[in-house]
């Protein structure tokens, strides 16, 4: 059973890899904010995956909940980083677009 739930952990993480892939790509071409909230974001969403896929069931013994809210803040900072990222870079596209 333990071998299924790492199977499927494993396929859930490949669109994160892929939108990480694509920032990276994103942020090499281009240093302006909307790039780096990006990559912030979707780097953030990475390390959350592993965090929860990989290192929580070996943590049994700490502060469980303590260790969930600061996973969960984490994450909610690293989705809004992304959130805004987009919506700048889509600001930016529609403005180049509509100025040409």
């Known amino acids: 059973m333990h071998h299924i739930s790492l199977f499927e952990g494993f396929f859930s993480l490949i ?3 892929i939108i990480f892939v694509a ?3 994103y ?14 974001g979707s ?5 959350v ?8 069931p070996f943590l049994n013994s700490f502060d469980l909940p303590m260790i ?3 996973i969960q803040l984490i994450s909610v900072l690293g989705q809004i980083a992304f959130a805004i990222g987009l ?7 529609l403005k180049d677009n509509f100025a040409d």
């Open 49 to 56: 995956r592993f965090i929860f896929s990989g290192f929580i």
């Open 87 to 93: 919506l700048l870079l889509i600001k930016s596209r």
């Open 15 to 17: 669109p994160q890899l």
């Open 27 to 40: 942020i090499t071409k281009n240093k302006e904010i909307d790039a780096i909230l990006l990559f912030i």
């Open 68 to 70: 969930f809210n600061f």
């Open 43 to 47: 780097l953030t969403g990475i390390i």
């Open 23 to 25: 920032t990276i790509m």
